[in-house]
């Protein structure tokens, strides 16, 4: 089994900053990509950003510019810096990881239980 615990998330005034992290643990032989989605109220799922092994990344273009995505592959651990935050930005953050497992030679995906991220003044 694979786990995925994300951290970081909280209330926050516009133009502040978050950063969340999310570490990976469990039966696993090595992580692919990993990456934030996030979900607003009434809203569907979206990304926000993927990192692969090597570092290439990939972001949303509503937060190009300001959230910078960044990995530890030692530590199987994913980070989200949030800067310039926006009451639009407000949502449940989602880590997501695929990862092949102990003794599987099958990529899975897997997904934390979420961080709620809110703007407001």
């Known amino acids: 089994q694979v786990q995925l615990v994300e951290s970081g998330g909280g209330l926050v005034q516009p133009g502040g900053s978050l950063r969340l992290s999310c570490a990976a643990s469990?039966?696993?032989?090595?992580?692919?990509?990993m990456g934030w989605y996030r979900q607003a109220p009434g809203k569907q799922r979206e990304l926000v950003a993927t990192?692969?092994?090597?570092?290439?990344?990939n972001y949303a273009v509503s937060v190009k510019g300001r959230f910078t995505i960044s990995r530890d592959n030692a530590k199987n651990t994913v980070y989200l810096q949030m800067n310039s935050l926006k009451p639009e930005d407000t949502a449940v953050y989602y880590c997501?990881?695929?990862?092949?497992?102990?003794?599987?030679?099958?990529?899975?995906?897997?997904w934390g239980h979420g961080a709620q991220v809110t703007v407001s003044s």
């Open positions: 997501n990881a695929q990862v092949y497992s102990l003794g599987a030679p099958v990529l899975s995906d897997y």
């Open positions: 990192i692969t092994t090597g570092g290439s990344t």
């Open positions: 469990g039966t696993i032989f090595r992580v692919a990509t």
